[in-house]
């Protein structure tokens, strides 16, 4: 149970649908997505970690997380990390290009 009253599994399917819904909202701009990805990477590394916790130290925190979300967790880190840090020189040529081209 999340919050006491509301079943984890409700609770997490809501975050996953939010997180899905403002990444959708990024496709506009560059900078929000790049943004969306920053925060994507540090929300699923946290996540990574809650997930190697006992179950001692989560009581009253949150459900038992399987291994295997550790694992998706640690590949959206890597996923996100890429473009939120990553790929500035592709990203800088293709914003010069597009300002020489208008």
């Known amino acids: 149970m999340v919050f006491g009253d ?3 599994d409700i609770a ?3 975050a ?4 899905g819904v403002w990444g959708i909202m990024t496709y506009t701009s560059r900078r929000a997505a790049r943004t969306y990805s920053r925060w994507l990477a540090v929300a699923a590394g946290f996540l990574a970690l809650f997930a190697l916790l006992p179950d001692a130290a989560r009581a009253g ?3 038992s997380a ?3 979300a550790f694992w998706l967790h640690v590949v959206t ?4 990390a890429y473009f939120g840090w ?3 020189r592709q990203t800088a040529a293709y914003e ?3 300002r020489r081209a208008a």
Request: hydrophobic share 50%; proline share 8%; with cysteine.
């Open 16 to 19: 996953h649908c939010g997180l």
């Open 12 to 14: 997490v399917n809501l």
């Open 96 to 98: 010069r290009s597009a």
């Open 77 to 80: 880190v890597a996923a996100a």
């Open 66 to 68: 399987a291994f295997e």
């Open 6 to 8: 509301f079943p984890a």
């Open 61 to 63: 925190i949150g459900p």
């Open 86 to 88: 990553g790929r500035r």
